[in-house]
């Protein structure tokens, strides 16, 4: 990486301790091990520029110092305000890599800092741009997609919301300052690999419109990343953040998940396996039966307000729980959410309440009848605002595919078309098989005779691409 005094973190001094904490991840991260030890010398990513928006915790570290071993250069910002945790940073920027990431960061600060890290310029050559971007929630994909737009005379919609105000200010300051540059930066990048169910909705609606420039990887589709991040990931991390940021004892509480995906079944397993009486809301009917035959009470969400004591909001939509919901919960519910954006809460609806800050992620905000209910992460993801994310040896297996699909798109972007797709079932399969031994787990392996008769390869894959696992 380029020597560089060039980032935005909280405190250069928390180095050591995220270095320590590095140390430890590393031990639990097997797959991204594996990778440094297979093309550590071979260097795949070697003349890649990786512009990485993606919460800059210590498990991301692992992943930016593994990107790095394979070659990449990376400029990295994170893809929410609240989820950096400031030794990760802080560890990167001793380190020389260019990264904005702080956490508690305003949103006009959250998007100058996507702006900086498209900025490769900045170190010296101007023509130089990224030609990869690694992306968890599609924002850096959709600055440098508008801002080829703005550039090409197209004006933007108005923005709907104080998130769109700073990505248009930042946005078009960006083009100002360096006009055509995000064109030049679009025709560049050879792909971009996203991280979640969101982004990649978001990359999937502009593949239908024929707007996608460059091909993309859905790495959230893995089976071994939303089976695993999604569902293991939160069945551990949701509870640590309510714990964390409430102290509340959970057992016996009635709690509400709205959702029934993989973040959802995860939630809920959360919720329940600390001894929670759980509902879940869902509108698909497919995943209400799961849930009911999960062993969980479907209810509509009017039906939840009356008895629930905690809510989780995790269906990646909008408008999930209204102001009208809010008003009718019970003093001192818990509410929060751990889908990818902060649209699935109405939030503003609280804001002419009283908001009280308990401490950083926990507020609690009194309604005009008295009652109050406690608010976490001001409605961003809980288990990142509130907690440290999801430990590191699920993250392992979902970086483990961020890294194959950089390497995939990297060295060869020329054999995609500009549209969406998964890793081929071999490389899902050789990431779980990376993370087995750490488990003890012993494999069986097929008889050339019993692959024979279930109809495949005896060394994989094992099933169609059509299986759901
Ligand atoms: P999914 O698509 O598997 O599940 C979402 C579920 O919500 C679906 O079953 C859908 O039918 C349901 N739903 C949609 N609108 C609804 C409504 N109005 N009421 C009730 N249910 C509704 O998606 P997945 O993978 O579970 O992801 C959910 C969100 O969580 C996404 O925004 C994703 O990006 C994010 N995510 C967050 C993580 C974290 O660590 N916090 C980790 C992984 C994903």
Request: charged fraction near 25%; include cysteine; proline fraction near 4%.
């Amino acid at each position: 990486a380029t020597p560089t005094t060039e980032y935005k973190i909280k405190d250069i001094a928390l180095a050591q301790y995220g270095r320590d904490e590095i140390a430890i991840a590393e031990t639990e991260m097997p797959g991204l091990m594996a990778l440094r030890e297979e093309y550590g010398s071979a260097k795949p990513l070697k003349g890649a520029r990786i512009t990485g928006s993606l919460h800059m915790t210590i498990q991301t570290a692992v992943l930016i110092e593994t990107l790095i071993e394979l070659g990449a250069e990376v400029r990295w910002a994170t893809c929410n305000i609240f989820s950096t945790q400031d030794h990760a940073a802080a560890a990167m920027a001793d380190r020389g890599i260019p990264v904005f990431a702080i956490k508690g960061e305003s949103l006009a600060d959250y998007w100058d800092y996507v702006g900086r890290i498209f900025d490769w310029a900045s170190e010296g050559d101007p023509d130089l741009t990224a030609n990869m971007i690694l992306d968890d929630g599609g924002d850096a994909t959709m600055f440098a997609l508008w801002g080829a737009r703005l550039e090409a005379g197209e004006e933007m919609p108005s923005p709907a919301n104080a998130e769109e105000i700073e990505m248009q200010r930042a946005l078009k300051a960006f083009v100002k300052a360096k006009p055509g540059y995000l064109t030049k930066t679009v025709k560049t990048v050879k792909g971009v690999s996203e991280e979640t169910t969101t982004g990649v909705m978001r990359l999937y609606q502009i593949a239908k419109q024929g707007k996608l420039p460059f091909p993309a990887i859905n790495v959230n589709d893995s089976v071994t990343k939303s089976k695993f991040d999604n569902l293991y990931g939160c069945k551990e991390s949701l509870v640590d953040a309510i714990r964390r940021a409430t102290d509340v004892m959970l057992a016996g509480k009635v709690a509400c998940v709205a959702g029934y995906g993989d973040v959802g079944k995860g939630s809920a397993a959360s919720l329940r396996d600390g001894g929670a009486r759980v509902m879940v809301t869902e509108i698909d009917p497919i995943c209400a039966l799961q849930a009911a035959m999960d062993g969980f009470e479907v209810v509509s969400m009017e039906e939840a307000t009356k008895r629930a004591d905690i809510f989780v909001t995790a269906t990646g939509n909008e408008d999930v729980i209204t102001g009208e919901h809010m008003k009718a919960m019970k003093h001192m519910a818990i509410v929060c959410n751990i889908g990818h954006f902060d649209s699935e809460i109405q939030i503003s609806a609280l804001d002419n309440y009283e908001w009280k800050e308990i401490k950083e992620g926990t507020d609690m905000v009194t309604k005009p009848d008295g009652k109050s209910l406690l608010v976490l992460a001001k409605g961003r993801l809980v288990n990142l605002g509130c907690a440290t994310g999801h430990p590191s040896f699920v993250m392992s297996a979902s970086f483990t595919n961020q890294t194959l699909a950089q390497i995939e798109l990297f060295t060869k972007s020329d054999e995609y078309e500009n549209d969406v797709y998964v890793l081929p079932k071999h490389l899902d399969e050789k990431v779980a098989a990376l993370h087995l031994e750490k488990l003890g787990v012993e494999l069986t392996k097929l008889s050339q005779k019993q692959a024979d008769y279930i109809g495949v390869p005896a060394e994989g894959p094992f099933k169609p691409d059509h299986y759901r696992y």
